[in-house]
């Protein structure tokens, strides 16, 4: 909620939310086969999903409205499996399953505050320059910034061994991970005094963790 000083009946409230959608994934993994049944595996992938910000603005002036903004979100993850097969590695069909860490690196690419708005225009126009006084030292989500966090993958999958060397492979992955949170390192959280503004937030959290689900279809080299 913006107020003005010098009138605050004259207000302006902006409503901020955050919506993931799916996407498309690729990557590459090396496997290493110490065992019959147990298997290393480190990868590195990139997935693109959907970003969807839905802003509701409402004035003193009965003036209102909801658009929805929209841009993509990258994801750059590493992560190490242990996988367990059902069957030994000298069998050409081979369930398994895995679990293991991953790191992962969440950013949107493009800035969906930065762009012009036709609601800005009814109340408060420099809303924008407003927000980007209270950046943080490192860059906000929303301003080209990223959100680096841990997780746990878990999935399984089966191999086909076509050739001697050659191996077809379907897998289906799901990581757990922290909600991640875009809004908040632009916005802080309170009241706060500005030159001639009053500027009140309060945020409003998702429970429970971001799921992300991945089913590729790949060919494996082997040696």
Avoid: C
Avoid at 161 to 168: A, C
């Amino acid at each position: 909620v913006f107020a003005p000083k010098q009138d605050p009946t004259d207000f302006f409230l902006l409503g901020l939310g955050s919506e993931l959608g799916g996407g498309w994934a690729a990557g590459i993994t090396v496997t290493l086969n110490g065992h019959r049944h147990f298997s290393s595996e480190w990868g590195a992938s990139y997935q693109r999903g959907k970003f969807k910000m839905p802003m509701i603005t409402v004035s003193n002036e009965a003036t209102s409205g909801i658009e929805m903004s929209g841009t993509g979100m990258l994801t750059h993850q590493f992560h190490y499996s242990l996988l367990a097969h059902l069957r030994p590695r000298e069998k050409r069909f081979r369930p398994y399953v895995s679990v293991g860490p991953a790191l992962q690196l969440l950013h949107l690419t493009d800035a969906p505050i930065k762009k012009s708005n036709k609601l800005f225009k009814v109340g408060l126009r420099n809303v924008g320059l407003l927000m980007a006084m209270y950046n943080f030292s490192k860059e906000p989500p929303l301003d080209g910034g990223g959100i680096f966090q841990m997780g746990l993958q878990y999935g399984a999958g089966v191999k086909y061994q076509v050739k001697k060397h050659l191996q077809i492979r379907l897998d289906f992955r799901e990581t757990l991970s922290p909600q991640p949170d875009f809004l908040r390192k632009s916005f802080p959280e309170g009241v706060t005094d500005l030159d001639e503004y009053t500027m009140e937030i309060e945020r409003f959290r998702t429970g429970g963790p971001l799921r992300q689900q991945r089913l590729t279809v790949g060919f494996s080299f082997t040696f």
